[in-house]
């Protein structure tokens, strides 16, 4: 099971901060997808961090994992 934590607008959408994804190994691109296909993930700009560090989609994610979604963020 991989940890997803979701912020801002996403965890609003989603309904709840986190959820568990099946899975053993796949890239934060297969990730992304299967999270768009849940309907929980619809735009690319979103960062993606592997257990605490910023990874790319060609980047591996593990079963035990914990990957956050962060959204870009606007401020004044």
Same mark, same amino acid.
């Given at each position: 099971m991989i940890k997803v934590l979701l912020f801002a607008h996403l965890k609003e959408q989603a309904g709840r901060s986190e959820m568990e994804i099946n899975g053993e190994n796949m890239t934060v691109g297969e990730?992304? *997808?299967?999270?768009? *296909?849940?309907?929980?993930?619809?735009? #690319?700009?979103?960062?993606?961090?592997?257990? *605490? *560090?910023?990874?790319?989609?060609?980047?591996?994610?593990?079963?035990? #994992?914990t990957v956050a979604l962060i959204p870009p963020v606007s401020g004044g």
């Open positions: 990730l992304r *997808e299967t999270l768009a *296909e849940k309907g929980i993930l619809q735009q #690319d700009a979103v960062m993606v961090a592997v257990n *605490e *560090e910023f990874a790319r989609d060609e980047e591996m994610v593990h079963s035990g #994992d």
